[in-house]
Every structure is written in structure tokens, then in C-alpha cells.
């Protein structure tokens, strides 16, 4: 098998084989479809990850190829935007960038297989080159990508890392089968918040408040802090990091993706659900923590991992289910012309 496509699934090793282990979130405001420029910035954010002692350090969804903006692109559009994994020039790059720090890096961007598939993908590279890659689940930006088909686990600095993009945390059975397959950190990339939503207080954030935030930093932190941003994270990514008993490494896009605005708050959580490090500035920033094995399992959930009796809900979780995914800001407004 090769080692980009890695998929662990027998059972994880003793946690006192793992040594502790320094990670960093990124977060910077991409350009939609400028490659060059993105892998520039993922190259000196990493940099500055080395800086803080950072063994690995992991960057949003489509951080190189930006993300919004492929609503409105064509399947040729799509087509010409991604790239084969691993042998595209962006991974390679990535390698390189891996190389140069000593750091192992997650990206996100768009891929295309040689069957002319288009996914959602997230890589990790190392300086020895391909780790992993993980389809997104649940893709939507566009209706041209496929939807992928498998969880992956792989080994990194001795420890069990998962990954799931964005709206695939949101549907929880995701993170509790990533978890049961041995993982202890899942990266989750996102490019989310400050979108409406049927929820109380969703909504986009006027562009001009980011473009004035220098002169007026507190009208734009009131809006990224409050329940159109970090108010509504604060509801449930915690909880996914607590219920399961493992690290979460939250990475999120900040500044303008497209037409919108989002709001950074790039984030690591231990298995407790406390926040250890997080990304606060208004532009493009790097918070890095320490992962320590014990906390696996100090923390209750993995009591709670112990305790599950399956053969209660067994059928009911397995029972047949047809999909229906809505993303509310992508639909047509039913008071709308």
C-alpha cells in the first residue's frame, strides 16, 4: 500500500510508546485560485510554526486553492483548478516545505483522479514526502465533486491522527468511528462561520468591517466573537474533543474567501474539551500546544469509550438511511424573489 493512502485500522498502541508532541494551527486569508501565493504563505506560516518548537503544523480547507469561490466554477473550471495527489506540483511543494522546516504540514485543495473524479482533499506530508490524504465526506461547494468513501487513520510521530473536513464534524458518528478507529488527534480544517443559517444570530459579516479592521478592531471582533462566529464553535467543537477522548485541532480560514468573511479562531482542544492554544489575531496567525499521551486517558471519555454496550443501538446506528444535505446559505431564499 502506499504510503499516501494509509488507512489504520487495528488497534492503536499503548499510549505510554507515544511521547508528547508539539502541534500548530494556522490560519491566513487565502486568494481564491492564486496556488503560488497560498503555498507562499503555508511556507512562511510553517516557518514560524518551526519557530515555536511545532512538529507538525496544519492549515484549512483549500488552503491552496481557496474555497468559496468554487461555487460558481464549471466542471472544466474544477477540472483545470485541482491536481492529481501525490505527484501534483502543489503536494510536491508541500514536501518541500515539509523539507525545508523539518515540519510536517496538512493542506487542503481540490484533486482529481485519473478517471476524472473531483473531491475535496486534505494531505499531510512529511520531509520523506506523502503521509496521507482524506476525501471530504460531505463536500458541497460544488456539484461537480465526488463525495469520499472512507475513513483514514495513519501514524504520525508515533501517534494515531484522523482527519475530517468541515461539515463531516458536524455529522458525529464521523468523529466517533474516526475515534474507535484508533485515532487520539483529528484534524479538523474548516472554512466555516459567519454564513446565515436557520440558527439564532447566524449571519454573513459585512465585508467593510474587515477591510476598516485596523481602525476599528472592536466592531469586527464583536461580530467574530458573537453567534454568527466563535460563540457558535463554542457549542459543539469542544464537545466533540470531550465525548470521544481526543485532540482536536480546529484550522480555519480568516479575512476575505470570495465574497465572505470569515473569522479565523484556529484552535487546538485536548481531550478534556480546554481550549490549549488559539489563533487571535485578525490576520494571519500561528498558535501552537503541546499533545500529551496521558490526557487519553485521563479524560472521560475514555470511560465513556469503555462503557458503550453496541448491541443497545447497534441496528438503530446501522439502521438504512437515505442522505439529504442542506447547507442553508447555498440555498435559495424561500421569502426571496
Given at each position: 500500500?502506499?504510503?499516501?493512502?494509509?488507512?489504520?485500522?487495528h488497534?492503536?498502541?499503548?499510549?505510554?510508546?507515544?511521547?508528547?508532541?508539539?502541534?500548530?494551527?494556522a490560519?491566513?486569508?487565502h486568494?481564491?485560485g492564486?496556488?503560488?501565493?497560498n503555498l507562499?504563505?503555508?511556507r512562511?506560516?510553517?516557518?514560524?510554526?518551526a519557530?515555536?518548537?511545532?512538529?507538525?503544523?496544519?492549515?484549512?480547507?483549500?488552503s491552496?486553492?481557496?474555497?468559496?469561490?468554487?461555487?460558481h466554477?464549471?466542471?472544466?473550471?474544477?477540472?483545470n483548478?485541482?491536481?492529481?495527489?501525490?505527484?501534483?506540483?502543489?503536494?510536491?511543494?508541500?514536501?518541500?516545505?515539509?523539507?525545508?522546516s523539518?515540519?510536517?504540514?496538512?493542506?487542503?485543495?481540490?484533486?482529481?483522479?485519473?478517471?476524472?473524479?473531483l473531491?475535496?482533499?486534505?494531505?499531510?506530508v512529511?520531509?520523506?514526502?506523502?503521509v496521507?490524504?482524506f476525501r471530504?465526506l460531505?463536500?458541497?461547494?460544488?456539484?461537480?465533486?465526488?463525495?469520499?468513501d472512507?475513513?483514514?487513520?495513519?501514524?504520525?510521530?508515533?501517534?494515531k491522527c484522523?482527519?475530517?473536513?468541515c461539515?463531516?464534524?458536524?455529522?458525529?458518528?464521523n468523529?466517533?468511528?474516526t475515534?474507535?478507529?484508533?485515532?487520539?488527534?483529528?484534524?479538523?480544517?474548516?472554512?466555516?462561520?459567519c454564513?446565515p443559517s436557520t440558527r439564532?444570530?447566524?449571519?454573513?459579516?459585512?465585508?467593510?468591517?474587515w477591510?476598516?479592521?485596523?481602525?476599528?478592531?472592536?466592531?469586527?471582533?464583536?461580530?467574530?466573537s458573537?453567534?454568527?462566529g466563535?460563540?457558535?464553535?463554542?457549542?459543539?467543537?469542544?464537545?466533540?474533543?470531550?465525548?470521544?477522548?481526543?485532540?482536536?485541532?480546529f484550522?480555519?480560514a480568516?479575512g476575505?474567501?470570495d465574497?465572505?468573511?470569515?473569522?479565523?479562531?484556529?484552535?487546538?482542544?485536548?481531550?478534556?474539551?480546554d481550549i490549549?492554544?488559539e489563533c487571535?489575531e485578525?490576520?494571519?496567525d500561528?498558535?501552537a500546544?503541546?499533545?500529551?499521551p496521558?490526557k487519553?486517558?485521563?479524560?472521560?471519555?475514555?470511560r465513556?469509550?469503555?462503557?458503550?454496550r453496541?448491541?443497545?443501538y447497534?441496528?438503530?446506528?446501522g439502521?438504512?438511511?437515505?442522505?439529504?444535505?442542506?447547507?442553508?446559505?447555498?440555498?435559495?431564499?424561500?421569502?426571496?424573489?
Open positions: 500500500m502506499q504510503r499516501c493512502f494509509v488507512q489504520l485500522q488497534k492503536t498502541s499503548e499510549n505510554g510508546d507515544v511521547k508528547n508532541l508539539q502541534i500548530a494551527t490560519q491566513f486569508e486568494r481564491s492564486d496556488k503560488l501565493y507562499g504563505l503555508i512562511s506560516l510553517t516557518k514560524k510554526a519557530a515555536l518548537g511545532a512538529q507538525v503544523v496544519a492549515f484549512h480547507e483549500c491552496i486553492t481557496g474555497y468559496t469561490f468554487a461555487r466554477l464549471s466542471r472544466e473550471q474544477m477540472v483548478l485541482a491536481e492529481t495527489i501525490p505527484d501534483g506540483e502543489s503536494v510536491q511543494e508541500l514536501v518541500r516545505i515539509a523539507r525545508d523539518g515540519v510536517a504540514v496538512l493542506a487542503g485543495l481540490f484533486e482529481k483522479d485519473a478517471d476524472g473524479r473531491y475535496k482533499a486534505y494531505v499531510c512529511d520531509r520523506h514526502g506523502p496521507a490524504r471530504k460531505h463536500p458541497f461547494i460544488n456539484p461537480h465533486l465526488t463525495p469520499g472512507e475513513y483514514v487513520v495513519f501514524d504520525l510521530h508515533g501517534w484522523g482527519i475530517l473536513v461539515y463531516d464534524n458536524n455529522v458525529i458518528e468523529v466517533r468511528a475515534v474507535l478507529l484508533g485515532a487520539q488527534i483529528i484534524f479538523m480544517p474548516h472554512v466555516t462561520m454564513t439564532p444570530g447566524a449571519g454573513f459579516v459585512d465585508p467593510a468591517l477591510l476598516n479592521r485596523k481602525e476599528d478592531p472592536t466592531s469586527l471582533r464583536l461580530e467574530f458573537g453567534m454568527k466563535r460563540a457558535w464553535l463554542m457549542k459543539w467543537l469542544p464537545a466533540r474533543a470531550y465525548d470521544n477522548g481526543v485532540y482536536v485541532v484550522s480555519n480568516i476575505m474567501d465574497d465572505q468573511v470569515k473569522n479565523g479562531c484556529s484552535m487546538i482542544i485536548d481531550p478534556f474539551g490549549l492554544a487571535t485578525l490576520g494571519d500561528v498558535a500546544a503541546l499533545c500529551a496521558a487519553l486517558t485521563q479524560a472521560g471519555g475514555h465513556y469509550l469503555q462503557a458503550r453496541p448491541e443497545l447497534r441496528d438503530i446506528i439502521k438504512e438511511h437515505e442522505a439529504e444535505q442542506h447547507v442553508v446559505w447555498l440555498e435559495p431564499d424561500p421569502n426571496g424573489p
